[in-house]
């Protein structure tokens, strides 16, 4: 399959595969995000202070695109990540490897992250474990992200580690990768999968169109 036909459809060929798997976010998609918060915690006790008194975790925050619509709005930003690429508020370490986030004023924590495709399970399923009853994580995947057996086995099968939202992007958008040039459109529909820990009810679908939830 030409590199051509891999860009068109999302992926990245080989020899363009961006190192540490690093594909920074769009604004786009950050945006996107800050309103998905903003819904998926609303009628929330946890959150009912507003997201002013929450803490954001960026999981793989790579130049902190992300967390970069809650500056200022929030209570603090924390980010982690195998290497330092330049983020003010990062700690350089595996996020497979964190056993506690550190919250002194004990805040409702949000994790949010673009997780490396390869171990993006395993990062759904460490992030879960981090988190209190009632938290949230959003984690960016493509829409394929809802089939496959391993998935469903490892997390949709248990009622409790269902996602309650997957807010879909109604247009396609694309991850903007600062290593590699002409990577064409994308042909991949990405969707942003909200988890609330302990919840146990049906998995709900809205849409992400010019950047509102619907």
């Given at each position: 399959m030409s590199d051509k036909v891999f860009k068109l459809l999302g992926a990245h060929s080989t020899t363009e595969r961006a190192k540490d798997d690093f594909y920074q976010s769009s604004p786009e998609i950050a945006n996107a995000l800050f309103e998905c918060?903003?819904?998926g915690s609303k009628r929330n006790d946890l959150y009912a202070e507003g997201l002013e008194e929450t803490v954001i975790i960026d999981s793989s925050v790579g130049t902190g695109?992300?967390?970069e619509p809650f500056r200022y709005k929030c209570w603090s930003l924390i980010g982690y990540d195998i290497a330092d690429r330049g983020y003010k508020f990062v700690s350089v370490q595996d996020w497979l490897t964190v056993k506690e986030i550190p919250n002194p004023?004990?805040?409702p924590k949000v994790i949010v992250q673009n997780p490396p495709f390869k171990l993006a399970l395993e990062f759904v399923q460490h992030s879960l474990e981090l988190l209190n009853n009632g938290e949230l994580l959003f984690s960016l995947h493509r829409i394929q992200f809802l089939?496959?057996?391993e998935r469903f086995e490892n997390l949709y099968k248990n009622k409790y580690k269902r996602p309650k939202y997957v807010f879909?992007?109604?247009k396609r958008v694309s991850c903007i990768t600062p290593d590699i040039?002409?990577?064409g459109q994308n042909a991949v529909c990405f969707a942003w999968f909200m988890w609330q820990k302990g919840y146990r009810g049906s998995t709900q679908i809205k849409w992400i169109v010019d950047g509102e939830i619907r």
């Open positions: 918060v903003k819904a695109t992300l967390l004023r004990n805040k089939e496959g057996l879909v992007f109604t040039e002409n990577k």
